[in-house]
């Protein structure tokens, strides 16, 4: 098969994308401690050669600073690698997330050397960002709305990188399949990083659904805005597990 990323590129770019000593940080993230190292030895096939290839420039823009301007949607059937792959970028963007915390610094009063007067320096802000599966992101949402707060408004206002794993449903059937605040909550999360994050945030994302499950699940409109937000890519194939 011809490719442009062989499987000694990319395991490369993945062990360099793993930082020794960071273990606490990729943690407090929230990405899963099963996927903290890197993969013992990633495989490149028919099925996920187009999504490595996003992978390996994902994760170089990261490391480059220069974080990636619309987000991923991975959707497909088990076993083919979507968490692994979500996983590898939050730890691109958790390390992007603690240099930014190295670097930052409060405003402070300056001196401007050109006009021989005081000046204000900026702050600089460090980036955050939250890894969570869509499970725990259902949980936080409905004990933030028994206590009527909104840990949704919280997630987006509060991170420039969010990571949701695995949407899924309690059994193959639309709608009534969710709890009765999942489909306000998902479509919430779409509508505030639409609307009032207006680009400024990543998101990314996966499911084991097909996109018609998706449509018939969250509504007809969710796939466009999702589409808005994310570059949206099937992950199909054998299972590695």
């Known amino acids: 098969m011809e490719t442009l990323l062989t499987e000694t590129d990319i395991n490369l770019r993945l062990l360099q994308n793993w930082r020794s000593g960071r273990e606490q940080n990729y943690n ?3 990405i899963p401690n099963r996927y903290i190292q890197p993969p013992l030895e990633y495989k ?7 999504v490595s290839l996003i992978l390996r420039d994902v994760i170089d823009r990261f490391n480059e600073n220069r974080p990636p301007q619309i987000g991923l949607f991975l959707y497909g059937t088990s076993g083919t690698g979507k968490t692994t792959i979500l996983s590898e970028i939050a730890k691109a963007a958790a390390n992007l997330v603690e240099d930014s915390i190295n670097n930052s610094r409060p405003a402070e009063m300056g001196w401007d050397d050109i006009n021989n007067r005081p000046k204000r ?4 802000e460090p980036l955050k960002g939250r890894f969570q599966s869509y499970r725990d992101f259902l949980e ?3 004990k933030s709305w028994e206590n009527k707060t909104n840990s949704i408004k919280e997630l987006v206002n509060e ?8 949407i899924k449903l309690r059994k193959d059937s639309p709608r009534e399949s969710l709890s009765n605040y999942a489909w306000d909550a998902t479509n919430e999360l779409i509508d505030r990083l639409d609307y009032e994050a207006e680009g400024s945030k990543l998101l990314y ?8 499950q998706l449509s018939e699940t969250f509504g007809d409109w969710f796939i466009d805005r999702v589409g808005q ?13």
């Open 28 to 30: 407090r993230f929230g």
């Open 44 to 50: 490149i096939t028919k099925d996920n050669e187009e």
């Open 121 to 124: 320096i900026e702050a600089i």
């Open 140 to 142: 936080d949402v409905r």
């Open 159 to 166: 991170n420039d990188f969010i990571f949701i794993d695995d």
């Open 205 to 212: 994302m996966t499911t084991n659904l097909t996109l018609e």
């Open 229 to 241: 937000l994310c570059m949206i890519k099937e992950l199909n194939g054998a299972s590695f597990r």
